[in-house]
């Protein structure tokens, strides 16, 4: 069991990798090719199924019932929290992108 002396330690790591990653996430959705701000929200999403997935076997092999499934469904959509969140910030920089792309097209023709 965790005692509050673990808490105190465990946590600004855990804070520090999430900020992390967002970060990483942010630097690779800024990249020309839209291949790698897809990695972080791949990674997560092959985690969270793998994580979930025995969850599934359990509900549908040894007593199958609604609330075993639900739960499961639960599991996988909580584990996936963090690739939808990556996958927003990957989609909005890519907008953002496009957009600034767009408007520099729109001067280059209007110098010409």
């Known amino acids: ?7 105190v330690i465990i946590m600004p790591i855990v804070i520090a990798m999430i900020v992390g990653l967002t970060f990483l ?4 959705s800024k990249k020309e090719s839209k291949i790698p701000g897809l990695i972080l929200p ?3 999403f092959i ?4 994580y979930s997935v025995p969850n599934f076997q359990n509900a549908l ?9 639900l ?15 990556y996958v927003l910030i990957y989609l909005h920089l890519r907008n953002k992108m496009n957009k600034a792309s767009e408007i520099n ?4 023709q209007d110098l010409d």
């Not at 069991?1 to 808490?7: E, H, P």
């Open 71 to 85: 739960a499961s469904v639960m599991i996988l959509l909580i584990c996936n929290v963090p690739t939808i969140i």
């Open 42 to 44: 791949s990674i997560f």
């Open 1 to 7: 069991m965790f005692n509050i002396r673990t808490t």
């Open 105 to 108: 097209k729109m001067n280059v």
């Open 25 to 28: 996430q942010i630097y690779l």
């Open 47 to 50: 985690l969270s199924v793998i």
């Open 61 to 69: 092999n040894f007593s199958f019932s609604p609330g075993a499934f």
